[in-house]
């Protein structure tokens, strides 16, 4: 097989795009908006370790409040991370956009677990409210964050989907502080409707997931234009 050459497709789909992938993985690192991620992460973290500047550390009330603000930063930051500067030259890639996406997210997810680790140790014992339900909202305000990039993907043709997703983030934030604690996400989880408040985050974090997924699929005018599995397409990253 000459260098450069695309298999056929006897040789086996799933092989192929192994290789196809793992070629494609430091072309993809190269291309995430680091920026924006590095901004919105240094942001928060230094909203968690806020708590420790003052003498006395504040109680679980004021830490729910800084962490659900850094989880905010946090997913603002994640609201760029479908930005694709060669969008145009990366449809024609025989691998499609859930696979591009995917690899995308395969790189950033252990980061953004360090990170909220991270956030969740600069907090004094004192201060940190339970991890387990304040996690639960910050995935779900991560998911959030990408279901409206992926929207935003899907539906414009624009290189750059994370400046309106983090617009639209910042909206939906702003409404849900103005529902009140009884329907709304902002009740503490020891206050009476602390149990509910929980049940509509994951009500959150599932919709939003499977918003993300049906809207990661690929157009049905580019299927019907694709040739086959690989076509003859050039392997390009985004």
Do not use: N
């Given at each position: 097989?000459?260098?450069?050459?695309?298999?056929?497709a006897?040789?086996?789909?799933?092989?192929?795009?192994?290789v196809?992938?793992r070629?494609l993985?430091p072309?993809?690192w190269?291309?995430l908006?680091?920026?924006?991620?590095?901004?919105?992460g240094?942001?928060?973290l230094?909203?968690?370790?806020?708590?420790?500047?003052?003498?006395?550390?504040?109680?679980?009330?004021?830490?729910l409040v800084?962490?659900r603000l850094t989880?905010?930063?946090?997913?603002?930051g994640l609201?760029?991370v479908l930005?694709?500067?060669?969008r145009?030259t990366?449809?024609?890639?025989p691998?499609g956009?859930?696979?591009?996406?995917?690899?995308?997210?395969?790189l950033?997810?252990?980061?953004?677990?360090?990170?909220?680790?991270?956030?969740?140790?600069l907090?004094?014992?004192?201060?940190r409210?339970?991890l387990?339900?304040t996690?639960?909202?910050?995935?779900a305000m991560?998911?959030?964050?990408?279901?409206?990039?992926?929207?935003?993907v899907?539906?414009?043709?624009g290189?750059?989907?994370g400046?309106?997703?983090?617009?639209?983030?910042?909206?939906?934030a702003?409404?849900a502080?103005?529902i009140?604690?009884r329907?709304?996400?902002?009740?503490?989880p020891?206050d009476?409707?602390?149990?509910?408040t929980?049940?509509r985050?994951a009500?959150?974090l599932?919709?939003?997931?499977?918003?993300s997924?049906?809207?990661?699929?690929?157009?049905l005018?580019r299927?019907?234009?694709?040739?086959?599995w690989?076509g003859?397409y050039?392997?390009?990253?985004?």
């Amino acid at each position: 097989m000459r260098v450069g050459q695309i298999p056929s497709a006897g040789t086996g789909r799933a092989p192929v795009t192994a290789v196809l992938l793992r070629s494609l993985l430091p072309r993809v690192w190269r291309i995430l908006p680091w920026k924006a991620l590095a901004a919105a992460g240094g942001l928060g973290l230094l909203l968690a370790g806020s708590a420790r500047w003052t003498e006395q550390a504040p109680g679980e009330d004021s830490g729910l409040v800084l962490l659900r603000l850094t989880a905010l930063t946090g997913a603002l930051g994640l609201a760029y991370v479908l930005d694709d500067p060669a969008r145009h030259t990366t449809v024609t890639s025989p691998l499609g956009r859930p696979l591009r996406t995917g690899l995308r997210l395969a790189l950033v997810a252990p980061l953004a677990a360090l990170w909220w680790t991270a956030a969740l140790l600069l907090l004094p014992d004192a201060t940190r409210p339970p991890l387990g339900r304040t996690t639960l909202e910050a995935a779900a305000m991560a998911t959030c964050a990408l279901a409206l990039a992926t929207v935003t993907v899907r539906f414009t043709d624009g290189p750059k989907a994370g400046r309106p997703a983090a617009i639209w983030l910042g909206v939906a934030a702003a409404l849900a502080a103005l529902i009140p604690d009884r329907w709304g996400l902002t009740a503490a989880p020891w206050d009476p409707w602390g149990e509910a408040t929980q049940l509509r985050w994951a009500v959150v974090l599932g919709v939003t997931t499977l918003a993300s997924m049906a809207c990661t699929a690929e157009p049905l005018r580019r299927r019907s234009g694709m040739r086959g599995w690989f076509g003859a397409y050039p392997a390009q990253c985004g």
